[in-house]
């Protein structure tokens, strides 16, 4: 028979004081052994519910594998569970202490397409997993493995380009030019561009130019190994920086209404910095070249550091870390006209410890690009806004970036600290931050460039008056989807299939001048991979119509 309190109190209340003692003692310790146990019993269920199938794949596979994959640039694979299980700890240890993902801009402060960083639900799910031993679960619930493509993360390439395969020799950091004939009959618009390198570990990053004017041709004749050694740029005058590669970084494709302009017969020069690590490693690098389908209507893009370490911008000229000391600087540049900002590139080296970049209006208003409280020079690259961010005219961008040049930067290359001025080493400092932009037009900043801002509404609200009545069907999809529309202007249409990060995985129809009227589309889906897309369908103007896709 089961005894409540009041009823051991009631039985204490007729003992003597020493047998009430006893009895309440006895009641209370079994009372709290059994709370404790059933505390412990809860949370080890709580714990049994998190597995890899159902909670643990699913955030590998969105937020590390893209890196951590068979060729890719992590250093071993988490696809699978028998993978994320030998690494268990490893992922506990990085994701606890935010060094993965590596997503170096404080969310906080400013989102950006492709955003990758875990949310509270998702490190306690991490932890609960690695603590719990682990646990598989149901593999038969567990999300198909991701396919990558062989040679491009983006797509098939307009065109393939290879530098010669080259040693490196030098004691020192080396940045060596290869020059590369584009083998372009007329111009075009190059929507995106794809560097990868043959060896990861002999490049620390890759700067590519246009040079339309030979120079970079017969500097390379004058010498009788591959390329030619150039700092601070690749020493021909008026050559363009038209893409890049850095650690950690990913290509992007513009909206095919975008590109930046690649001259008839010019040449491409990638400029390639080995660092001295990299002595004895040999290495030949790929590029990948994707065009808009036609040169009529494209909005051209540019890149350039804009805010940088020289005299006409950095506060303070020049860049002088003294030894033992952390020193702020300061950069700053006033807009000479409306700009259309596509992304924002902030570069600095082993003494930068962090920077932040925005702008002030005529009308004193802030624009906040982005902040960097923890750099690392190992993990950089372009940070594509969500959708396109006017910069009015007499906007003043500023540019604020820490060095720390003592023995509490983990990072400083020199013990004891060296005076660190501004250079081409690793061992030198830098403070650069590339805009890519546009001349602005009206709408720009109603261009989406990430797709998660895309909800399963069929229009952006302030953009319903092209598109009416997106249908598609079937919904999930397995071979085919059938797309009907209504169009209610005259207007050039982009039709695309984006995968959850935002990239364009499919372009099927580029339909210059469409009629006011209703359309239908048939567009084939089997080479898709299991998951979620949108389907978005883009006006020259920006104004955009989307519609989840389920591939089953």
Not at 12 to 17: I, L, V
Not at 72 to 85: D, E, H, Q
Not at 101 to 129: C, D, T
Not at 271 to 300: I, Y
Request: hydrophobic share 40%.
């Amino acid at each position: 028979m089961k005894m409540n309190i009041l009823a051991v109190y009631w039985k204490a209340s007729t003992c003597s004081s020493k047998t009430q003692t006893t009895l309440l003692m006895s009641f209370m310790k079994k009372h709290i052994l059994t709370t404790f146990f059933l505390a412990f019993t809860v949370l080890s269920l709580q714990a049994q519910t998190i597995n890899w199938a159902t909670d643990i794949a699913p955030i590998l596979y969105n937020h590390c594998v893209q890196c951590h994959r068979d060729g890719g640039i992590g250093g071993f694979s988490l696809v699978g569970y028998n993978n994320a299980y030998s690494n268990r700890y490893g992922i506990l240890d990085a994701t606890e202490n935010k060094r993965m993902p590596p997503w170096k801009a404080n969310p906080e402060y400013r989102h950006f397409r492709g955003e990758n960083v875990l949310n509270p639900s998702q490190l306690s799910a991490i932890e609960q997993w690695v603590n719990a031993n682990a646990p598989a679960g149901d593999l038969g619930q567990a999300p198909p493995d991701p396919v990558f493509t062989i040679g491009s993360e983006i797509g098939q390439p307009d065109e393939v380009l290879q530098t010669p395969l080259y040693t490196m020799t030098s004691q020192y950091d080396e940045y060596r030019c290869f020059v590369i004939p584009s083998g372009l009959q007329a111009d075009a618009f190059l929507r995106g561009l794809e560097v990868i390198p043959g060896n990861h570990e002999a490049v620390h990053h890759v700067l590519v130019f246009e040079d339309t004017t030979g120079q970079a041709k017969i500097l390379d004749q004058q010498t009788p190994e591959p390329g030619y050694v150039s700092f601070g740029g690749i020493n021909v005058q008026d050559a363009r920086l038209v893409g890049a590669w850095v650690p950690g970084s990913r290509p992007e494709l513009f909206p095919e209404f975008m590109g930046v302009k690649l001259h008839k017969n010019s040449d491409l020069v990638l400029q390639v910095h080995f660092p001295a690590a990299a002595v004895g490693m040999s290495e030949s690098s790929t590029v990948n070249l994707f065009f808009t389908p036609t040169t009529q209507g494209v909005r051209e893009v540019a890149i350039s550091p804009v805010l940088n370490h020289g005299p006409l911008s950095l506060e303070g000229f020049p860049l002088n870390i003294p030894a033992n000391a952390v020193k702020t600087y300061h950069a700053k540049y006033t807009v000479p006209a409306n700009v259309s900002l596509i992304s924002i590139a902030p570069h600095m080296h082993l003494i930068g410890t962090s920077m932040i970049c925005y702008g002030v209006t005529l009308q004193g208003d802030t624009i906040p690009l982005i902040d960097i409280p923890e750099w690392d020079f190992h993990w950089q690259g372009a940070y594509t806004f969500q959708k396109v961010e006017k910069i009015p005219f007499g906007t003043k961008l500023h540019a604020y970036a820490v060095y720390d040049n003592t023995l509490n930067n983990p990072n400083n290359p020199n013990n004891p600290p060296q005076t660190v001025t501004a250079g081409e080493a690793t061992t030198d400092e830098m403070m650069l931050v590339y805009f890519t932009y546009m001349l602005y037009q009206a709408g720009d900043e109603n261009i989406v460039l990430d797709s998660t801002l895309l909800s399963s509404a069929v229009h952006q609200p302030d953009q319903a008056s092209v598109f009416q009545d997106l249908q598609v069907s079937p919904n999930p999809a397995q071979t085919e989807v059938t797309l009907q529309y209504t169009l209610l202007e005259n207007t050039d249409v982009l039709a695309e299939i984006l995968n959850t990060d935002g990239r364009s995985v499919k372009i099927f129809a580029l339909k210059p001048n469409l009629s006011a009227g209703t359309y239908t589309e048939k567009v084939l889906v089997a080479d898709l991979p299991p998951g979620m897309y949108f389907i978005r369908l883009q006006a020259a103007n920006g104004a955009a119509q989307v519609s989840r896709l389920i591939k089953s």
